[in-house]
C-alpha cells in the first residue's frame, strides 16, 4: 500500500465523522439535546486521529518529502494544505471551547458547537477533496519507490510514538458507534 492510500483510508474515517458532525449540528439547531461526552468524544477523534495522527503525517513528512521533490511550499499546493490544516484547528478551537460552555448549562452554546462543527465539516471535504484528486496523484508522480518506502516507515512511527498502540483501532471503533448512534437513525 502506497502512503498516499494509507492517507486516502484515513480521510474515509474522518469523512464519516464529517458526516456525525453534520448531522449533530442539524440536531444542535432544532434544540435537540446531544450528550456531552460525545461531543468530547468527536473532538478527541478530531484532534488526536485527524490532526496529530493524519495531519501530522502530512505535515511531518508527506509535505517535506513534496518539496525535496520540487513541489514549492509558498504559492503552491502545499502551502494551501497548511493554510486549511490552521483553519480548521481554529474551528476545532471554538468547538471545544463552545462545548465547555454547553457542559456548563449555556443554551447559546448549541448554536455555536453547529456553527464551527459545519464550518470544519465544509472545510475539511473540501479539502480532502483536493489531497486526494490533486495532491496526493502529485505524490505518487514524483515520489520514488525508495522515498514512498520511507514515508511508510515514518507513518508507522507516527502511529506507535505520537498515536499509541492501538489507539487507532479504538478511535475506530467510536466511529463505528457514533455512525451507529447518529448516522443510522438519521
Do not use: W
Not at 111 to 139: Q, T, V, W
Amino acid at each position: 500500500m502506497k502512503p498516499t492510500d494509507e492517507l486516502k483510508d484515513e480521510h474515509q474515517a474522518i469523512k464519516t465523522m464529517l458526516d456525525v458532525l453534520r448531522t449533530i449540528s442539524k440536531k444542535l439547531d432544532s434544540g435537540e439535546k446531544i450528550k456531552a461526552q460525545y461531543l468530547e468524544d468527536i473532538l478527541e477523534f478530531i484532534q488526536v486521529f485527524a490532526d496529530k495522527c493524519h495531519h501530522g503525517k502530512e505535515e511531518g513528512l508527506l509535505f517535506s518529502a513534496l518539496e525535496r521533490a520540487g513541489i514549492p511550499r509558498e504559492h503552491g499546493p502545499i502551502g494551501v494544505m497548511l493554510a486549511e490544516h490552521e483553519e480548521g484547528r481554529s474551528y476545532v478551537q471554538a468547538m471545544k471551547e463552545a462545548v465547555t460552555k454547553y457542559k456548563r448549562g449555556d443554551q447559546k452554546a448549541a448554536a455555536e458547537i453547529a456553527k464551527n462543527a459545519r464550518n470544519y465539516a465544509a472545510l475539511l471535504s473540501r479539502h480532502i477533496e483536493k489531497e486526494d484528486n490533486i495532491l496526493y496523484p502529485m505524490a505518487d508522480g514524483r515520489l520514488s519507490a525508495d522515498q514512498q518506502r520511507e514515508l511508510e516507515k515514518g507513518f508507522a512511527k507516527i502511529e506507535k510514538e505520537a498515536i499509541g498502540p492501538g489507539r487507532h483501532e479504538k478511535f475506530h471503533e467510536l466511529l463505528h458507534h457514533l455512525e451507529d448512534e447518529f448516522l443510522k437513525r438519521a
